[in-house]
């Protein structure tokens, strides 16, 4: 499908589609950033868990704001988003830096000597797609035109920002057994949450006691983050969200909602093009948690 004719707001570089805010100036500024050893890259795919993840790194590492910088505004946290950035604020913040972005791995800045760390979350793609189209649907920047039906097309075409959820997952499965990635799935973090706390602890070399392991797994829940307004990012929700919207950044955060939305022809279609795309790669997902 041609990106121009796409229902709703987009760049396109280089036949990648992507947020509006994403444009190839702001690309090539991100290229240029400088990294230093220790810096801590959080990847995902658009509503795999970011948030999530983020708010679990921050309770871990307790990562700072450059000086003089008050987080009051989209885009300026302690776990800034990288794509939403110029690279001199980036650059501004003290070591260790930890960021995420949603970019596939052709586009980060170059790690030749691999003293990086990345942590990439991956999710199963059915409630991928559901919780996509919702975020979609109610934020001003994309202006979403269209049912359900059709933004699953997109989906399974690869027609969204930051393209196919499948191209995005296998760039970087490709890492995966390189000493500096750890690859977590959304769903292990429901079935194992302390366990999974404790393995990004030790990712990370953050001394973890297990008092302090069960703090974090508390303020790190999903119910727990949904009632927080700095988390479920209701406090800007008037800037982000269209009027009369009711959407929350926080959702569901459930596994298994996709069963609510697809019609069997369509889970039909959606299978054969996950396996196509999966097969081999020895990623399992699990679609409902018993």
């Not at 972005?101 to 942590?119: A, G, Q």
């Not at 959304?186 to 949450?193: A, I, R, V």
Request: hydrophobic share 35%; charged share 20%; with cysteine.
């Amino acid at each position: 499908m041609n990106s121009d004719r796409l229902g709703f707001n987009h760049c396109c570089v280089n036949g990648l589609i992507l947020p509006p805010f994403v444009t190839e100036e702001r690309l090539r500024n991100l290229a240029t950033f400088q990294t230093k050893p220790g810096d801590v890259f959080v990847v995902s795919y658009p509503k795999t868990g970011t948030i999530w993840l983020t708010q679990i790194i921050k309770a871990l590492a307790k990562p700072a704001l450059p000086e003089g910088i008050d987080v009051v505004q989209i885009g300026v946290d302690t776990v800034p988003f990288f794509e939403l950035n110029e690279t001199k604020k980036l650059e501004a913040y003290p070591s260790p830096r930890y960021i995420y972005t949603h970019l596939p791995y052709s586009l980060m800045p170059d790690d030749s000597e691999n003293n990086l760390k990345y942590i990439y979350l991956a999710r199963n793609p059915k409630d991928v797609a559901v919780s996509y189209f919702y975020f979609m649907q109610a934020l001003k920047l994309y202006s979403l035109e269209g049912t359900w039906d059709i933004f699953l097309e997109y989906f399974m075409n690869g027609n969204l920002p930051y393209g196919s959820y499948y191209t995005h997952l296998l760039d970087w499965l490709q890492k995966k057994e390189q000493k500096n990635l750890l690859f977590l799935k959304y769903e292990d973090l429901h079935k194992d949450f302390l366990g999974n706390i404790n393995k990004i602890a030790d990712f990370l070399g953050c001394a973890l006691s297990e008092e302090e392991a069960q703090i974090i797994s508390q303020k790190c829940s999903f119910s727990h983050m949904k009632a927080n307004p700095i988390s479920n990012m209701d406090s800007i929700a008037n800037q982000m969200y269209k009027k009369g919207s009711n959407y929350s950044f926080m959702r569901k955060g459930t596994v298994g909602d996709w069963q609510n939305y697809f019609s069997d022809k369509q889970l039909e279609e959606f299978n054969q093009v996950c396996d196509r795309y999966m097969e081999g790669t020895g990623i399992d997902f699990e679609f409902i948690l018993e």
